[in-house]
């Protein structure tokens, strides 16, 4: 056999239904095999991928996608679609700059119906797309695929209950890779499915109840029985007796490996009348034996050895000497909670991306994770707060925006000191537009009572969430990239003073002031160097810690000594702390602002983070020729002669 030599004849769903079935497990093994084999290489999401080969082959096998529609819930368990609907070679390029997304993408393909970054929406949309093709008289199928975790998010359950008001034909997909209902999945349950997906049986079942509905009397109370006998059986001998209390027909669980029955069940499935849940039971990591038993660690990876799944290249030295922010949090937390048993952490489903694994270890009754459920956490910090412990709230910036009513209604109003960490802020790099962490800033200066606080460096951030322990005045938030800092910051006698509000300040020139907002600090320090050695000009570094609580008075006399300023900003220009700040400085010093460096308010693709600022001209060479060509500056003589030491 020629390798993946099925898979080279698929450019579309098309192509794969012209495939007998009995190929569909070759395609499959060669699906997960190049899945392998190209990620090994390039690095992206990999473990829930190799989860769902065998569905996403049995979907766009009984589908007829486009015409169909087909959604994802998540969108990291997306690359086996993309390799069949046409994207195959272009998987190398995956979450790099002008390569294909790691999400769903409405602009690469009609097979994408939506760019999905956030879980739990994906019910909500095939509910509105069923009920858009009932509207206009179509006959298509509607499906989406949503994981378990995805399913513990509020909007799940509001769509699950909508969907079974409305009871319109279709199907959810519950893509199941946590073995919580793994003993259903035998002889007899395989057997029930039979009997409930028969068409057989559901035509008898139809007549049944129709019947009853004519005879006189009793026939209403021996519909309403039987029903109850039919539920209470079902509920007895499988786990879906939930779904159908909320007007979903249940089927499954069944083996998501095993792609000859799931295309049976799912051609059964597609005949019915009314929503339909099925159960698939899969497993992460699927086919490749380190990622199947670990596959948090695999869930999303960096070049390997495809051989024994070790990581790939020799470890650089320096990178010994740096930390990441997120391992800063993890580490100060554990400190404090050993110290005070009032502190406790919470995580929407980030244990890991937040840093918490050793606090976690350590003290796992500390640690609240709960789910994928945002807005239940952050009112749940606040009533954590309320009842007099100390919770630290570790959020990603992306998903601060679904928990906004909650931080505004139930913590902002209150004045309750919740603890925000917001991990991932600004630009997030490869995780692309959905991810991006360009809205924190102005959301949280939106929100009455709350105090923002952007570190640049591990030093601060470490020095922050301890002043944040003993803190009840209000709410307070900390925020942060994904990125790395130095080691040496975190030392005791390196830990700054953060309760002063006082901007911090590098040089002494005055032709020009650079005010930067938390890790844009060292732009500004390189920036201060290249136009001071290129240009002669002559700046000051003003670098705001305090977004808010912000020492006015001191940036005004800072900014009135200078003969301009700039702003660089890692934020949604509309949505910044520049826009903020120049609301309150006088008319006059405002009128020294030349430009805002920041993100203008369109879609951030993917791609590395020093990339996607330069793009943006977010770089101290853009800065710089801006300088140089801008009137002010332009054909100025300025006495300074840059020392060669200092060039």
């Known amino acids: 056999?020629?390798?993946?030599?099925?898979?080279?004849?698929?450019?579309?769903?098309?192509?794969?239904?012209?495939?007998?079935?009995?190929?569909?497990?070759?395609?499959?093994?060669?699906?997960?095999?190049?899945?392998?084999?190209?990620?090994?290489?390039?690095?992206?999401?990999?473990?829930?991928?190799?989860?769902?080969?065998?569905?996403?082959?049995?979907?766009?096998?009984?589908?007829?996608t486009p015409e169909d529609k087909l959604i994802w819930d998540v969108g990291h368990q997306i690359y086996p679609h993309k390799i069949l609907t046409g994207r195959r070679e272009r998987l190398k390029s995956v979450r790099r700059k002008g390569g294909l997304s790691g999400f769903p993408k409405r602009d690469e393909s009609e097979y994408d119906l939506y760019n999905t970054g956030h879980a739990g929406t994906s019910i909500s949309q095939v509910l509105g797309e069923a009920m858009a093709r009932d509207v206009l008289g179509k006959e298509h199928n509607c499906a989406c695929v949503i994981g378990d975790a995805s399913m513990a998010a509020g909007m799940a359950f509001e769509a699950l209950n909508h969907g079974g008001d409305v009871g319109t034909d279709c199907l959810v997909v519950l893509n199941d890779n946590d073995m919580s209902i793994s003993h259903n999945v035998g002889a007899l349950n395989q057997y029930l499915n039979?009997?409930?997906?028969?068409?057989?049986?559901?035509?008898?079942?139809?007549?049944?109840?129709?019947?009853?509905?004519?005879?006189?009397?009793?026939?209403?109370?021996?519909?309403?029985?039987?029903?109850?006998?039919?539920?209470?059986?079902?509920?007895?001998?499988?786990?879906?007796?939930?779904?159908?209390?909320?007007?979903?027909?249940?089927?499954?669980?069944?083996?998501?490996?095993?792609?000859?029955?799931?295309?049976?069940?799912?051609?059964?499935?597609?005949?019915?009348?009314?929503?339909?849940?099925?159960?698939?039971?899969?497993?992460?990591?699927?086919?490749?034996?380190?990622?199947?038993?670990?596959?948090?660690?695999?869930?999303?990876?960096?070049?390997?050895?495809?051989?024994?799944?070790?990581?790939?290249?020799?470890?650089?030295?320096?990178?010994?000497?740096?930390?990441?922010?997120?391992?800063?949090?993890?580490?100060?937390?554990?400190?404090?909670?050993?110290?005070?048993?009032?502190?406790?952490?919470?995580?929407?489903?980030?244990?890991?991306?937040?840093?918490?694994r050793p606090l976690y270890n350590k003290m796992p009754e500390r640690v609240y994770d709960v789910g994928i459920a945002e807005q239940h956490s952050m009112a749940f910090a606040g009533g954590l707060a309320s009842g007099g412990v100390v919770p630290y709230l570790c959020i990603y910036s992306t998903f601060l925006n679904r928990a906004l009513d909650q931080l505004i209604e139930d913590v902002a109003l209150m004045n309750f000191p919740v603890r925000m960490i917001v991990d991932r802020a600004g630009c997030v790099g490869p995780d692309g537009e959905t991810h991006q962490g360009l809205y924190d800033i102005g959301m949280l200066l939106s929100c009455p009572n709350v105090e923002v606080y952007a570190p640049a460096t591990g030093g601060?951030?470490?020095?922050?969430?301890?002043?944040?322990?003993?803190?009840?005045?209000?709410?307070?938030?900390?925020?942060?990239?994904?990125?790395?800092?130095?080691?040496?910051?975190?030392?005791p006698e390196n830990l700054p003073d953060v309760s002063s509000i006082k901007p911090v300040l590098s040089g002494q020139g005055k032709d020009l002031a650079i005010i930067t907002v938390g890790v844009m600090w060292d732009m500004g320090l390189a920036l201060e160097k290249e136009i001071r050695n290129s240009h002669g000009i002559l700046s000051t570094v003003v670098g705001l810690r305090w977004i808010r609580p912000l020492d006015l008075e001191a940036l005004t006399e800072t900014l009135g000594d200078c003969e301009?300023?700039?702003?660089?900003?890692?934020?949604?220009?509309?949505?910044?702390?520049?826009?903020?700040?120049?609301?309150?400085?006088?008319?006059?010093?405002?009128?020294?602002?030349?430009?805002?460096?920041?993100?203008?308010?369109?879609?951030?693709?993917?791609?590395?983070?020093?990339?996607?600022?330069?793009?943006?001209?977010?770089?101290?060479?853009?800065?710089?020729?801006?300088?140089?060509?801008?009137?002010?500056?332009?054909?100025?003589?300025?006495?300074?002669?840059?020392?060669?030491?200092?060039?």
């Open 1 to 64: 056999m020629n390798q993946y030599s099925l898979l080279k004849t698929i450019e579309s769903p098309r192509d794969l239904r012209k495939l007998r079935e009995d190929q569909l497990p070759q395609v499959c093994t060669e699906l997960r095999e190049y899945i392998i084999d190209t990620l090994s290489a390039v690095g992206g999401h990999f473990a829930s991928n190799l989860g769902v080969v065998e569905l996403t082959v049995a979907l766009h096998y009984v589908l007829e």
């Open 194 to 356: 039979s009997i409930i997906t028969s068409s057989i049986w559901n035509r008898w079942r139809k007549l049944w109840y129709t019947l009853l509905m004519w005879v006189p009397v009793i026939g209403p109370a021996i519909r309403s029985f039987s029903r109850r006998l039919e539920k209470s059986f079902k509920d007895l001998l499988t786990p879906g007796g939930f779904f159908a209390d909320l007007g979903f027909r249940y089927v499954g669980p069944v083996d998501g490996h095993n792609v000859r029955d799931l295309v049976k069940t799912l051609r059964k499935v597609v005949a019915m009348k009314g929503p339909i849940l099925l159960h698939a039971y899969t497993q992460k990591g699927k086919g490749y034996e380190p990622a199947e038993n670990n596959p948090i660690r695999y869930h999303s990876v960096s070049v390997f050895n495809r051989e024994d799944g070790t990581f790939a290249g020799t470890k650089d030295p320096a990178a010994a000497e740096r930390i990441s922010f997120s391992e800063v949090v993890g580490q100060t937390l554990l400190e404090l909670a050993e110290k005070n048993e009032k502190v406790v952490a919470i995580t929407p489903a980030m244990i890991e991306g937040s840093g918490l």
């Open 460 to 491: 601060e951030l470490k020095a922050m969430l301890q002043h944040m322990e003993s803190y009840e005045e209000h709410p307070i938030a900390v925020r942060f990239p994904k990125a790395t800092c130095e080691r040496r910051s975190l030392a």
């Open 564 to 647: 301009h300023f700039i702003i660089i900003e890692d934020s949604y220009i509309h949505s910044s702390a520049a826009a903020y700040i120049q609301q309150l400085l006088p008319a006059a010093i405002n009128g020294r602002h030349l430009k805002t460096f920041a993100f203008p308010e369109e879609s951030i693709d993917h791609g590395g983070r020093d990339e996607i600022l330069a793009d943006h001209g977010i770089s101290v060479p853009a800065i710089s020729e801006y300088l140089r060509e801008h009137p002010a500056y332009s054909g100025k003589v300025f006495s300074y002669t840059a020392n060669p030491s200092e060039v």
